[in-house]
């Protein structure tokens, strides 16, 4: 593979394009509120990292969480420690419960408390970290609440990892699918498009993808790239899903427990992995 014969700015806006290419929930109507450049922008930020990355994820589904989220958290959580650094995934019960036996966890507490920035800063000054991500977790509407895409509320089943990305002294990154998300303050306006309790809540830089956890595929195909690292190809979804689906995760969509994310079979996924992989010269 010759690293070398590849522009960076064209192949983000490749895997920015394929990645909303379905438009499931409008993330294509809104893409143009958005820089060109920002899988770019958010895989140079996470290459860089030796030290801790906080991963916050897990979107309360009826009385467990859905499948997108962790898995994107999970695929990314081992690219980034394979290359040294040391991931956390940030979350509350039950997801935090069902991966802390496999993964560093740091749990944080559901429903609305008088703890929640004093949780963050606490957090952020233990880990001292390189970067804050949040991939497809729940973000604070404009009133303080969070809302599901039918538009229910969900703030009684919701930790707050806003805190978190409003007080990281880091780099912050958020990735979402539908706008109501963590990062999706950053384009408001453009979400007005759409039938959504929009996010209010900013980060440094908000990459969308169809499905969240095809978000997490678009950064470590950029550090494969730099790392002449197959990381893509170690992505296994099918067993992702069969871990969590043991764990009690359901579709976000069909709130069913099933291997699928968003409503879709998993050879999504894998087909987004392979297209993906045949953008930087693995086939």
Request: charge should be negative; glycine fraction near 10%; include cysteine.
């Amino acid at each position: 593979m010759q690293n070398n014969s590849i522009n960076e700015a064209v192949l983000s806006k490749q895997i920015e394009d394929l990645l909303v290419a379905r438009n499931l929930r409008g993330m294509k109507t809104i893409q143009p509120a958005l820089a060109s450049g920002y899988y770019l922008r958010a895989a140079r930020t996470l290459n860089k990292c030796k030290g801790h990355v906080l991963i916050g994820t897990g979107f309360p589904v009826v009385d467990t969480f859905e499948t997108d989220g962790p898995v994107g958290a999970i695929a990314l959580y081992q690219a980034l420690e394979a290359l040294g650094a040391t991931p956390v995934i940030v979350c509350g019960p039950p997801v935090s419960q069902a991966l802390m036996n496999n993964y560093r966890i740091h749990e944080i507490s559901v429903g609305e408390h008088q703890e929640r920035t004093l949780e963050a800063f606490k957090a952020l000054y233990n880990y001292n970290p390189d970067a804050v991500l949040s991939i497809e977790r729940p973000g604070q509407a404009e009133d303080g609440e969070y809302y599901n895409m039918r538009g229910e509320s969900i703030s009684d089943r919701t930790a707050c990892f806003d805190t978190f990305v409003r007080n990281a002294k880091c780099p912050t990154i958020g990735i979402g699918d539908g706008g109501n998300e963590i990062g999706m303050g950053n384009i408001q306006e453009a979400l007005k498009e759409l039938d959504i309790m929009a996010s209010a809540t900013k980060v440094d830089e908000l990459l969308i993808a169809d499905v969240s956890n095809w978000g997490a595929y678009g950064i470590i195909t950029f550090l494969s790239l730099w790392n002449d690292k197959d990381l893509l190809n170690d992505i296994k979804p099918i067993e992702i899903l069969k871990y969590l689906s043991k764990l009690g995760s359901v579709d976000g969509v069909t709130r069913e427990n099933e291997l699928t994310e968003d409503g879709l079979p998993v050879s999504e996924g894998d087909s987004i992995i392979a297209e993906l992989r045949g953008l930087i010269g693995y086939n």
